[in-house]
């Protein structure tokens, strides 16, 4: 069985920090590029972070020096720190890979909140 399950979401106040974890089955993750999207409300689904199995890593230009992604091949995860966060970090934090077809994966998604 093909899954991704993020944990690690809630609500947290501004300039507060986060860890979000993407736990994966069913692919063969030393290989796999994992990334990170988040979805706000009423807004589009926007890519936040991606680690390559080789450890290169980009960050969208919004979270760049805020946030960190990294991944345990021996676990089979990926996570995400979000330091200094802000009210426009809500959104859904979704995991995503792509299965050995080319097919996109995805979890179900973790709520992060950012409110005083």
């Known amino acids: 069985q093909v899954q991704l399950v993020e944990s690690g979401g809630g609500l947290v106040q501004p300039g507060g920090s986060l860890r979000l974890s993407c736990a994966a089955s069913?692919?063969?993750?030393?290989?796999?590029?994992m990334n990170w999207y988040r979805q706000a409300p009423g807004k589009q689904r926007e890519l936040v972070a991606r680690?390559?199995?080789?450890?290169?890593?980009n960050y969208a230009d919004s979270v760049k020096g805020r946030f960190t992604i990294s991944r345990d091949n021996a676990k089979n995860t990926v996570d995400l720190r979000m330091n200094s966060l802000e009210s426009e970090d809500t959104a859904v934090y979704y995991c995503n890979t792509k299965n050995l077809f080319g097919a996109n994966i995805w979890g179900k998604g973790t709520l992060v909140t950012v409110s005083s």
């Open positions: 069913g692919i063969v993750f030393s290989i796999s590029t």
């Open positions: 680690i390559t199995s080789g450890g290169s890593i």
